[in-house]
């Protein structure tokens, strides 16, 4: 069974701050996809990376793949509170209707 | 276009009681997966329909059963209530590429 380990578990900052959260896996990923979770909501996907090394970004959050497809951060510059949040990774396994979640960081971000 | 749907929002329900939830997904998708989310073991895959059939199915126990209706509507369904079974659970509905989930906003289940 793939265990998909993430840190920080929490993580609390204020507005304008940096930050990197990051995600382990026991097993080499299908693919890796990162999620934002608010409160009172359902995951929302983020990005998907596919390629080892790959890094993509969105704004101001930048993802990167590691090169054995094992590891994966998510940075984050000048932090907003709407940027307040659970980010979850997740290896599709293939298939985006069987998805295996990581542990989650919850962050949190104020004025 | 509308999304994920979830009905209901909230629930109490009392131990040994059962319990349905039901999920409408967005227009077109013919995939409906099922997640319980909990703070202690976050969030796990319980199963997946596809045209009415389950495809898929995480490890939990029988009593979490779940149905796809010929709309692509799916219901899910866990009997005899344990205190345990207290969590949110989301349904997603996945893209016809298979590439992307879309959450609902989840049923809040709580048994006392």
């Known amino acids: 069974t793939q265990l998909l380990e993430q840190s920080p578990q929490f993580l609390s900052i204020q507005e304008g701050e940096n930050l990197t959260v990051y995600c382990n896996s026991s097993s080499v990923f299908s693919s890796l996809q990162w999620y934002r979770q608010e409160p009172g909501e359902g995951p929302v996907l983020l990005v998907t990376v596919v390629t080892g090394g790959e890094v993509k970004k969105l704004k101001r959050l930048t993802f990167q793949f590691g090169d054995a497809r094992k590891d994966s951060s998510l940075h984050i510059t000048a932090a907003q509170p709407g940027d307040t949040g659970l980010y979850l990774c997740a290896d599709n396994t293939g298939t985006a209707s069987k998805l295996t979640f990581g542990t989650g960081t919850r962050l949190q971000v104020t004025l | 276009k509308a999304g994920v749907t979830q009905t209901p929002r909230y629930l109490i329900k009392t131990r040994g009681q059962q319990v349905t939830l039901s999920c409408s997904p967005i227009s077109g998708h013919r995939s409906v997966s099922w997640y319980q989310q909990t703070p202690g073991q976050g969030l796990q895959f319980l199963f997946e329909?596809?045209?009415?059939?389950?495809?898929n199915k995480g490890n939990f126990p029988g009593r979490f059963s779940g149905r796809q209706f010929s709309n692509s509507r799916s219901e899910m369904n866990v009997s005899t209530l344990e205190l345990g079974d207290s969590a949110l659970y989301l349904c997603?509905?996945?893209?016809?590429?298979?590439?992307?989930?879309?959450f609902g906003q989840g049923t809040r289940l709580t048994v006392v």
């Open positions: 329909y596809f045209s009415e059939t389950q495809r």
């Open positions: 997603a509905s996945t893209n016809p590429a298979n590439t992307e989930a879309f």
